[in-house]
């Protein structure tokens, strides 16, 4: 029997959330957003919700269930080189923040922060909705509507944990003029997607910044980090950086000890992301074709190219993907607020040499999960197979298949997730008993049984 994803608790229970929030903005009184230890920020449905036509919006809206492309591929100012598999592109440079300030404390250059702040000071942007570490719980993430720049500057620095930014859209919509979004390449595709379900979001839809992203770690993925680097009582955090303050910079906590004293651990990129982090990457990330923001404005990520000296300055690499980006971008650099060096397009693959073969693998994963019965997002515009066909290898071919199989079983892909909430610890008890209890049992997926709703995040 082929499973079937009618509604957004049933997105949540198949494992195609994206964790963006956007449900719950567009339906505040039947969905909220919790933290689910081991996969991601979850909707949370109310048990008997306010039936209306915001709940099929929500569905029309949602990035886990769909992706779709609107711009015109025949742009002749789009690079056609790069289109297929890398989304519209305009212009690719290489530049930092004007603010020394700022360009150490983002993880490769703060060209996201620069453009932000500018947009605030001097480009008429009424505020800036982006992610923050929560003051509580330094481990979690909480949306925030910034209007200056200390607020800005607080929150630089990658977060590699779950995060809901769609969920403060209303602070844009509500806004007394234009306003900048900053999210992960599904948070801004659910924002663009949406904006074209509601014009008073689009009018104040001032700018679109995307991050390039490998992936969204699970709050599970944070505490096994912060257990390595000897911080076995989250609950004692001061602060946590999974980045910047250099380039890449280090994951970065500071914690109390039981005298009350305050100590400092920190693990390189490599071992926070590529040893711990990386391997706890919710379900989703791994059927996603976008990880460089093709719905964004503007997109930026880190140009690894080429080697980066531990003493380097940050850099980002900046891909303009719509004429108002272009605009916006050049008036932050006559500003003074980034500093750009123009480059050949060709540098955005360069800089990101594995993803073309991340998107191959998705069209043999997706491919999979159609064949098998198991729910799967529907892409529209978003081409695959030529990168599948060209840049992976026959056994790299194969194992998008087999290894797909695996983690269905594994995942347990065919069943329905009961998506429990987790409640942190703020002070005092440690947590495991919460982390038990994140493995929730597995249901029939269409199973009348309710999804238990206890705690909150």
């Not at 099929?56 to 492309?69: I, K, N, R, S």
């Not at 531990?310 to 980034?338: F, H, M, N």
């Amino acid at each position: 029997m082929r499973l079937k994803v009618l509604n957004i608790d049933d997105v949540a229970a198949a494992q195609l959330c994206t964790g963006c929030g956007v449900c719950s903005y567009i339906s505040p009184d039947e969905i909220e957003m919790v933290d689910v230890l081991g996969h991601g920020r979850r909707p949370r449905v109310a048990a008997n919700p306010p039936r209306d036509a915001r709940s099929d919006e929500a569905m029309q809206a949602c990035p886990g269930v769909a992706l779709e492309h609107t711009f015109d591929a025949a742009d002749p100012e789009l690079d056609a080189s790069l289109t297929a598999e890398w989304g519209p592109v305009l212009e690719v440079w290489e530049g930092y923040a004007g603010d020394q300030a700022i360009r150490h404390a983002g993880s490769s250059g703060g060209a996201a922060t620069a453009l932000a702040l500018f947009g605030i000071e001097q480009g008429e942007m009424k505020g800036v909705l982006h992610t923050a570490a929560r003051d509580d719980v330094p481990y979690l993430n909480k949306t925030v509507f910034s209007t200056h720049r200390d607020q800005l500057l607080a929150a630089t620095g990658s977060r590699y944990a779950p995060a809901s930014p769609c969920d403060g859209l209303s602070h844009i919509e509500q806004a007394d003029g234009p306003c900048v979004f900053i999210g992960k390449p599904c948070d801004v595709a659910a924002t663009q997607q949406t904006a074209r379900l509601r014009p008073a979001l689009a009018e104040r839809l001032g700018l679109t910044i995307g991050f390039f992203c490998a992936g969204t770690p699970s709050t599970q993925g944070t505490l096994e980090m912060l257990k390595s680097m000897g911080v076995d009582h989250p609950e004692q955090l001061v602060s946590l950086r999974y980045r910047g303050n250099g380039w890449p910079g280090r994951a970065t906590a500071e914690f109390r000890t039981p005298n009350g004293e305050r100590e400092t651990r920190q693990l390189t990129y490599g071992q926070s992301w590529g040893g711990i982090l990386q391997k706890h990457r919710q379900w989703r990330c791994y059927i996603c074709p976008d990880h460089t923001g093709e719905f964004a404005d503007i997109a930026v990520g880190d140009p690894w190219y080429r080697g980066v000296p531990d003493d380097e300055p940050g850099r980002s690499l900046i891909v303009v993907r719509t004429r108002r980006g272009r605009a916006y971008l050049q008036a932050a650099a006559k500003a003074g607020y980034i500093t750009l060096e123009r480059q050949d397009a060709q540098l955005l693959p360069a800089s990101q040499p594995n993803l073309l073969q991340t998107r191959g693998n998705v069209w043999g994963r997706v491919q999979t999960l159609r064949w098998l019965g198991v729910p799967a997002p529907r892409f529209v515009r978003l081409p695959m197979f030529g990168a599948w066909w060209s840049a992976l290898t026959w056994k790299q071919k194969a194992q998008s298949f087999l290894g797909t199989m695996k983690r269905i079983v594994r995942r347990g892909l065919r069943r329905r997730t009961a998506m429990m909430p987790f409640t942190p610890t703020v002070a005092g008890a440690g947590q495991h008993a919460a982390a038990e209890q994140a493995d929730a049992s597995l249901l029939p997926m269409g199973s009348a049984d309710a999804v238990e709703r206890k705690g909150n995040a």
